[in-house]
């Protein structure tokens, strides 16, 4: 069974830029969620996709949106980047509802807003 | 507003002894709650859950007892070993349409001394 994936493991951007982020979920998961780690904090929620659709966001700016793909898979979409964007952007995928309340992380991608 | 909280950022404890690590929130809404490991350069971990109507989980070495009245969870790690070193996460959820959003602390980083 293979786990959550997220591509690239690093990024480097500058101000005013635009990023995709990447993220494939676990087999069998249809439900993915994105969070935002800056250093020294916890993951903080950005938004979740279940079946190609927003399901819930967090206190974050429109720049920030998102995709659910038919496989499941997603994308995070960062405009107009700020100094501050700079963090660990994690994924996390869980099974359809009614099985354990568990999210399955990915590694996470790295981006870093020059 | 951080509705989840983890006041110790750190914690060292000898290998062999008892593990304590505390978590505290502010929303009587959360229903589910979750301790999750990280190391670095890694995703976070499922480690261990508890649902509200429980006030105590067990697995192996990790227990997690939940206080809702003081809404206070922790997590005993007995005995604590090297490998346990590690950043732990605190997270808690509540149920909306479909799927968890997760609420994080800031995470206790633990280390086992040998």
């Known amino acids: 069974e293979t786990g959550v994936t997220q591509s690239p493991t690093h990024l480097i951007k500058t101000r005013g830029q635009q990023v995709t982020l990447r993220c494939s979920s676990q087999s069998g998961h249809n439900t993915v969620s994105w969070y935002q780690q800056a250093l020294g904090q916890g993951p903080q929620f950005i938004f979740q996709?279940?079946?190609?659709?927003?399901?819930g966001r967090g206190n974050f700016p429109p720049r920030f949106s998102g995709l659910q793909f038919p496989n499941y898979s997603s994308e995070l979409n960062v405009n107009a980047l700020e100094l501050d964007d700079s963090a660990l952007y994690l994924c996390?995928?869980?099974?359809?509802?009614?099985?354990?309340?568990?999210?399955?992380f990915g590694p996470g991608t790295r981006l870093l807003v020059l | 507003d951080q509705q989840v909280k983890q006041n110790s950022p750190s914690l060292s404890v000898q290998e062999g002894r008892i593990s304590i690590l505390n978590c505290d929130y502010t929303?009587?809404?959360?229903?589910?709650f979750l301790w999750y490991k990280k190391y670095p350069a890694e995703g976070p971990t499922f480690l261990i859950s508890?649902?509200?109507?429980?006030d105590k989980n067990e697995d192996g070495r990790f227990t997690v007892f939940l206080n809702k009245s003081a809404k206070h969870l922790s997590l005993h790690i007995v005995p604590s070993q090297p490998g346990d070193s590690a950043v732990y996460f605190c997270a808690a959820s509540k149920r909306f349409s479909v799927g968890n959003q997760f609420y994080f602390g800031t995470g206790t980083s633990l280390t086992v001394i040998p």
């Open positions: 508890i649902s509200s109507i429980k």
């Open positions: 929303n009587s809404m959360f229903d589910y």
């Open positions: 996709y279940y079946r190609e659709e927003e399901n």
């Open positions: 996390a995928s869980s099974p359809p509802s009614g099985q354990q309340e568990t999210q399955y």
